[in-house]
């Protein structure tokens, strides 16, 4: 068992680089999260839009991103990104363009998901209380912010809380453009000090723990919405 005290003196050692390392990994999922569920409940207004023409942005949005690997979305970003900020601004981008890119591709894509759940959540809000809203003297937008978003949200939760575990686990795909997150950090320290099955292991079990708590999590919460 020389191997594990081998791994355990050095995880000690390590511990400041792997919390850093998750610590980017929960930015990138956070940060993805927030932006992509508000771009999602864009996408999903505009679907459900009588306007044909946000009508088809929204579908053709939805069908594009919903069409491509992750893996060559973060690939595209991760060039188009820094190229977009110099063209808009004129100045070269001074940030970690590899998170920045990340976030972005990230948003973007689960927009894509978040959508579908946001979607399908409004229209299972009984029609009867949009004519009440209405009734009431709500305008279309007034109904929407104050009756039928708060109730399909509650529906919903559940559903937006899976996809993020989703996306959390498909967050090491960030190792691809080089992004220092949880599992790359894991990689390289494995890699550096001939320990990398430890290392890769550990991760793996430290993704398993996480999620298995979290859809424990999400299952409690939905049996309590539904009561």
Not at 58 to 74: C, E, T
Not at 143 to 172: E, G, H, Y
């Amino acid at each position: 068992m020389e191997w594990l005290t081998a791994f355990l003196n050095d995880l000690q050692l390590s511990a400041p680089a792997l919390w850093h390392g998750l610590s980017i990994t929960l930015k990138v999922v956070i940060s993805a999260t927030i932006g992509g569920i508000l771009i999602g409940t864009l996408l999903a207004l505009m679907r459900l839009s009588s306007f044909k023409v946000l009508n088809l942005f929204a579908q053709g949005y939805v069908n594009l991103f919903r069409s491509i690997p992750l893996l060559l979305v973060l690939m595209w970003f991760y060039f188009a990104v820094p190229f977009i900020y110099t063209a808009v601004t004129g100045n070269y981008l001074t940030i970690d363009t590899a998170l920045v890119s990340s976030i972005v591709a990230f948003m973007l894509f689960e927009a894509a998901y978040f959508s579908e759940i946001v979607r399908a959540g409004i229209q299972s809000i009984p029609k009867g209380q949009t004519a009440a809203a209405y009734a009431l003297g709500m305008s279309y937008g007034q109904s929407m912010r104050l009756i039928i978003l708060p109730q399909a949200f509650r529906k919903m939760t559940p559903l937006l809380l899976q996809q993020t575990i989703i996306l959390f686990q498909d967050s090491t795909m960030v190792y691809a453009i080089g992004l220092l997150d949880f599992f790359r950090t894991n990689y390289v320290r494995g890699d550096l000090m001939s320990l990398l099955t430890q290392y890769i292991l550990f991760a793996g079990l430290v993704y398993f723990t996480v999620s298995m708590i979290a859809t424990y999590a999400v299952k409690k919460l939905q049996r309590k919405l539904t009561v």
